[in-house]
């Protein structure tokens, strides 16, 4: 795979080769929300993500949330998980850095996307992101923050461009090292911004 190629996300979803998953929510998004139980609520975008265990801990917060992924296949299986704990969560088939959004939204929570779509589509990452949001609302990335590459998602990022990336349009209001899956540890940062006005 040439490291700009889009990865076949379908395929490894109909092969049910979802290597990535943990069957829980990102242990930095749950400490978050459990570090927050009086804070406002809104409507939530969960772009890419996969079989929604991040999306039904947002629902569980009290989130209105919606639940976007590319592949069509991951949505069947996001639905029963949510069904399961009677959640009620909008999963759309849909490609965050193209789509035109059908709304706009208080949060968009980001985990393992930025660094799974090729890094030549960054810019279109930010750029759509600003879509998505309304004028002042949140952005919070739980981010893998491996160093290296080799030409297949994950892919690499520091910092400083996250800086670059999304510090002109949003001012960063906390930044920390975050619990994370076991094989994750140290590996992650969350990042939570506000869009400025
Ligand atoms: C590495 S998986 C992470 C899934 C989930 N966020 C998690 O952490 O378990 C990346 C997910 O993003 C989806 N995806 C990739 N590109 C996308 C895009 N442009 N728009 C929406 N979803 C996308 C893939 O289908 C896949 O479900």
Redesign the pocket.
């Known amino acids: 795979m040439q490291i700009n190629e889009?990865?076949d996300?379908?395929a490894?979803?109909q092969a049910n080769d979802?290597f990535?998953?943990?069957g829980e929510a990102?242990p930095g998004l749950a400490d978050y929300l459990a570090d927050r139980p009086e804070a406002p609520l809104g409507q939530a975008l969960?772009?890419?993500?996969?079989?929604g265990?991040?999306a039904r801990a947002l629902a569980q917060a009290g989130w209105a949330v919606t639940g976007?992924?590319?592949?069509p296949s991951?949505v069947p299986l996001a639905k029963r998980l949510a069904e399961e704990e009677a959640l009620e969560i909008n999963y759309r088939i849909?490609?965050?850095?193209?789509?035109k959004p059908h709304q706009v939204f208080d949060l968009v929570f980001e985990?393992?996307?930025f660094?799974?779509?090729p890094p030549a589509?960054r810019g279109d990452y930010a750029e759509a992101l600003r879509g998505w949001l309304k004028p002042g609302g949140l952005y919070l990335a739980v981010n893998y923050m491996i160093t290296d590459d080799n030409g297949e998602?994950?892919f690499s990022t520091t910092t400083t461009e996250l800086d670059r990336r999304f510090g002109g349009s949003f001012e960063l209001l906390r930044r920390w090292t975050p619990r994370s899956y076991e094989r994750r540890t140290g590996k992650e940062l969350m990042n939570e911004w506000k869009m400025r006005n």
């Open positions: 889009e990865r996300w379908e490894l979803y979802t990535w998953d943990h990102s969960v772009p890419g993500c996969g079989l265990h991040d976007l992924d590319i592949a991951s849909g490609d965050f850095l193209s789509d985990h393992t996307l660094c799974a779509i589509r998602p994950p």
